[in-house]
């Protein structure tokens, strides 16, 4: 239950052992062309996307060094630990990077932004859509109108989102959109994901210098992904089909379907952890469907609570990142994630804490946990 990797189908692990093809044969060129075409879908844009073999901080970097020429001035939100690591990339690249900073937990208020672009001629704006080291959601649409009348280019990590929660890369104004495919898609990790615009096409057509990123230049990428029988760099083969797979089942659930499970999900397990008594580390109106940040209550130990979690309900939950290590757990509820998992997952964690000292009464998070879900059983 730990935000990423993530449960993978056995229909999706199945096809990663199907035998390697040529990566430019009729047959791959095929699943290449109908991943591609699905993945559009997902992103919601009719632009182009790329799928390339790395994780998903490969498609965070491509989409700085693609657009960020030595100097440039970007803005960069951080209100948590992958924000900051979207500023670290931003400077290694040797943009001018300016810090909006924001309080872990919280998210940035759009007005905030809309102020600070009048004040300097931003080429890039950067945005972390769900911070996985907080579970807060940026308010990604919102942000987008901003920045649609502007030269500024939207860049957003929904690494942690996309798949799971809505995000509308042409009707939300995004430039570039960078995912992974070991989160809300539900694949192995090994595939970066991205989307990009014709504005930031156009962006990188007109830079002084070619792209100091030879394997992450978009410009060796797109005529790939427009006609996947051209060469680059080998294709991860299986890893393709392993998210062509993947992708099919998520257009079969059908995508609000899909965000509305999660939806389920994830306000039922809030229920849960609040009626024990627990903290959410985001506020609530802004907290991610795909995964949840908890506070441990007083007197709760992170490695006894994670190691009685493991060893004795065989539940794996992720630990605090960051400033917050120690002080929270992480539970990802996205991608495969069922009712039943969840539900398993909170009586585990009532287990646990009570084995712990924490007194809690038995079923008291089930109980509210089954409320929420027969509530929103239209949902699932
Ligand atoms: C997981 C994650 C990343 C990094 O992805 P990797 O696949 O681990 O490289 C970046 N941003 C967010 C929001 C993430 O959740």
Known sequence: MIPGPTMVNSRVLR?????????????FVDIFDEAIGNLKKIFMTKGDVLIICGSGTLAVEMAVANIVEPGDKVLVVINGLFGERFAEICARHKAAVTRLNVD???VVDPE??????????????????????????????EIGDITKHSDTLFVVDTVCSLGGMEVRVDDWNIDICAAGSQKAIAVPPGLALLAVSEKALKKCEGRSEPVD???????????????????????AVNMVYALDESLKMILTEGLENRFRRHEAIAKSFR???????????????????TLTVVRYPNGVNDADFRGVMAEEFKVI????????KGKCFRVGHMGNVSVTDITATIGAIEMTLQ??????????????????????????
């Open 104 to 106: 872990w937990g919280k």
């Open 355 to 380: 084995k712990l000292g924490y007194h809690v009464k038995p079923g008291t998070g089930l109980e509210s946990a089954e409320e929420v879900f027969m509530e929103n059983s239209n949902l699932i």
């Open 317 to 324: 939950v992720a630990g605090g990142l960051g400033p917050l």
């Open 15 to 27: 096809v990663l052992s199907k035998p390697t093809l040529s990566h430019v044969s009729p047959a």
């Open 271 to 289: 229920a849960a952890v609040k009626s024990m008594g627990l903290d959410l580390v985001p506020d609530e109106t802004v907290a991610a469907n």
């Open 213 to 235: 990123f030879y394997y992450g230049d978009f410009q060796n990428w797109i005529p790939v992904m427009k006609a996947p029988r051209k060469y680059f760099a080998t294709p």
């Open 112 to 141: 905030r932004i809309s102020e600070e672009l009048v004040k300097d001629d931003y080429e890039a704006l950067f945005v972390v859509h769900v911070d996985t080291s907080t579970g807060a959601t940026n308010k990604i649409r």
